[in-house]
């Protein structure tokens, strides 16, 4: 039963951009060419060097209908829902005979034929409502000829028109490989995607940002407000709070900008500066002492979930876990039959070289436990799972307890540890994500209207008023390199890390001397859906500054 928010969600009316509310006379046109390496125009004959397409006014004409079929793919992320939404509501507009079915459970829904009808009754369920359940999400990787021609299999027989992808850089990466395959079989299926992902490492010049990491942002940042007025109401802890964000510290650095906690570990500058887990732990233990000589045995801490991977020495003991777990080796299939985690730890350490050997058992035995854990179809460490906030708490704690028999530290140290993570993806869609969503299922539907295939769809003007809002389409495969994946070269969308040359990460910087000392908290309180728009409908700080420059 919906509750009396979702009710009000339910019948809530995102805004919608100016240049998309009509859409009869919405046009697409070209808009200038991009430049791709060789090695990934040989990968991609027919769909590279196509141009970007924006959206504008033109002529009033008929619309043929359209088959469409759309799949969530990944992780969940605020909005997804509303992609659904907009693509619907505009391909019945378009066209009342245009239909759209939902792949079930990500991309295995599409290789294994699993569909639903989308229908009126059925997006009225879900109108701004949070999580991907209207048809489910998954993280199956469309990698094998045999997964590709059952595609094009399933597309063939229901004769889609198109196909959108709702996804991260992976899925999106899916989606280019799928729109070129379908080209090179003659099927006339037309794949776009949408950029998904709280993590916010999907952008670039066109792309200002992925779709659900304004609500995972705010959600978080509304927890590490509250959690600073409990450090400062009972003056005894310290809050040690990971967030989610596999690779990129978009959401550390996006939170620590609304918040200002006393640290903020942004795992981008900790790989530039080459820093060592051992100089992490000493420059927490710093801070602390310094606030102790002040009187304060408190702080909040912020660290973001994909750290471990940054870390230089981890990072190398990491790429060697990933070949001796290898799908390619039976190593994952031997340690997961051992019953003993000690035992399991044992079988992997003795196949890492000296270096890694030592940085392995350097660690807190949980840690090593977690590290162990099986990598996802896209061969990413789980780092979700990965207990970094209290690996540190730990190391934090054994190096002040060495400080004290110094007696150069005589503070008290009592921690919390805390992991901002599931609750902030599939929380109902800020206001900003509702309509951002919404216009990207607008472009979406004008985008396969228009035939074209190989495309990620954009909105953008993103900081100005919604209905000032641009769309158009960025061809998938400018935004891709060559990166070894699983020991082989392979065409994927970089990611877009966290820029510390940027005005975001700047701020930080700026700030975080006087941050670690004072108590400069800013408790931005829950996200809001309904009253003044300065509050409602703000856009993150990190959008802000890398847009208004
Ligand atoms: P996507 O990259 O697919 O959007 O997923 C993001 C994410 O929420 C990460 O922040 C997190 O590390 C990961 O998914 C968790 O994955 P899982 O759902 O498999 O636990």
Not at 115 to 133: A, Q
Not at 303 to 326: D, Q, R
Not at 437 to 448: D, K, N, S
Request: aromatic fraction near 6%.
């Amino acid at each position: 039963m919906p509750s009396k928010l979702q009710n009000a969600r339910l019948e809530y009316q995102p805004k919608i951009p100016k240049i998309l509310e009509s859409l009869a006379t919405a046009s697409v046109a070209p808009s200038g060419n991009d430049a791709v390496s060789k090695e990934i125009a040989d990968i991609f004959p027919r769909t590279c060097h196509q141009p970007y397409l924006v959206i504008g006014v033109g002529a009033k004409r008929d619309h043929h209908p359209l088959r469409v079929g759309v799949v969530l793919s990944g992780g969940q992320a605020p909005g997804g829902h509303n992609v659904i939404s907009g693509l619907f509501d505009a391909l019945k507009t378009l066209n009342p005979k245009s239909t759209l079915m939902g792949f079930l459970g990500g991309p295995s829904g599409i290789v294994g034929d699993k569909t639903l009808e989308i229908t009126h009754k059925l997006v009225d369920k879900y109108r701004n409502m949070g999580g991907f359940d209207m048809i489910g999400s998954g993280r199956t990787k469309i990698e094998t000829d045999e997964q590709f021609s059952k595609a094009e299999a399933v597309m063939r027989k229901h004769e889609l028109d198109g196909l959108v992808v709702v996804g991260g850089d992976d899925s999106n990466t899916n989606a280019a490989l799928l729109a070129e395959y379908f080209l090179s079989k003659g099927c006339k299926t037309c794949v776009v995607g949408v950029p998904k992902t709280i993590d916010g490492d999907l952008k670039s010049d066109e792309i200002e940002c992925s779709f659900g990491f304004d609500t995972a942002a705010k959600t978080y940042a509304a927890t590490v407000g509250s959690m600073m007025r409990d450090a400062l109401s009972a003056k005894k802890y310290y809050y040690f709070i990971k967030l989610m964000g596999r690779s990129a510290s978009h959401l550390a650095l996006e939170c620590a900008l609304q918040t200002h906690p006393n640290i903020t570990l942004i795992s981008e500058e900790v790989a530039a500066d080459k820093k060592t887990l051992a100089a992490i732990v000493d420059d927490i233990c710093d801070v602390v002492l310094r606030r102790a000589d002040l009187g304060k045995d408190y702080g909040v801490i912020v660290i973001p979930e994909g750290l471990i991977e940054f870390i230089p020495e981890v990072k190398i003991l990491i790429e060697e876990l990933n070949a001796i777990l290898s799908p390619s080796k039976d190593h994952a299939a031997a340690i997961e039959k051992i019953a003993s985690r000690n035992d399991k730890m044992d079988y992997a350490a003795r196949l890492l070289g000296e270096g890694s050997r030592k940085c392995f058992r350097s660690l807190p035995e949980d840690i090593q436990g977690q590290l162990l854990i099986g990598r996802d179809a896209h061969g990413n460490v789980q780092v979700s799972k990965i207990e970094t906030e209290r690996m540190l708490i730990d190391m934090v704690k054994s190096a002040l307890k060495q400080r004290q028999e110094l007696g150069t530290y005589k503070g008290k140290f009592d921690t919390q540890p805390h992991f901002c993570g599931y609750e902030g993806r599939s929380c109902m869609p800020s206001n900003f994500d509702s309509a951002y969503c919404y216009a990207l299922g607008r472009v979406a539907a004008l985008l396969l209207d228009a035939g074209a295939t190989g495309y990620l769809c954009t909105v953008s003007r993103l900081v100005e008023p919604a209905e000032q809002w641009q769309g158009g389409g960025v061809p998938l495969t400018s935004l891709m390199n060559i990166e070894k994946r699983h020991g082989s070269d392979k065409p994927v969308i970089k990611k877009a890390l966290v820029d510390l040359k940027g005005g975001a990460f700047g701020m930080l910087k700026q700030n975080r001397d006087k941050w670690a000392l004072e108590d400069d908290y800013v408790d931005p309180g829950p996200l809001q859906y309904f009253g003044p728009e300065a509050i409602m409908d703000a856009p993150t700080m990190t959008l802000e500054l890398e847009q208004k420059k």
